[in-house]
Nanobody, 121 residues
Framework: QVQLVESGGGSVQPGGSLRLSCAAS????????MGWYRQAPGKQRELVAD???????NYADSVKGRFTISRDNAKNTVYLQMNNLKPEDTAVYYC???????????????WGQGTQVTVSS
């Protein structure tokens, strides 16, 4: 099984910034799409942003202009730069990747362990 390990979460004041990282590791694999989801207290998990293997990005309307998703294919890593954070951004953020594993011969959807982002005064 491929592992997605997240880092970069924390607590900030409104207007602050955080940079999340998610690195994939394991046996030989190929990553198609990578993205970030979040789940706030009492809410369902929602897509924040994703990025294709070719670098095409997609953002939730609520984060457009504030968040930037990027990936480093050589490092099998996806990043989420979060600027001008708002209290409503408070959530557990989960890395997600659709990955083909050569040893298994098929693709699966993988999730990181989640990292807490808290935005409060």
């Amino acid at each position: 099984q491929v592992q997605l390990v997240e880092s970069g979460g924390g607590s900030v004041q409104p207007g602050g910034s955080l940079r999340l990282s998610c690195a994939a590791s394991g046996n030989s694999f190929s990553i198609n799409r990578m993205g970030w989801y979040r789940q706030a207290p009492g809410k369902q998990r929602e897509l924040v942003a994703d990025i294709s293997s070719g670098g095409i990005t997609n953002y939730a309307d609520s984060v457009k202009g504030r968040f930037t998703i990027s990936r480093d294919n050589a490092k099998n890593t996806v990043y989420l730069q979060m600027n001008n954070l708002k209290p409503e951004d408070t959530a557990v953020y989960y890395c997600n990747a659709y990955i083909f594993q050569y040893a298994l011969g098929y693709s699966d959807d993988y999730w990181g362990q989640g990292t807490q982002v808290t935005v409060s005064s």
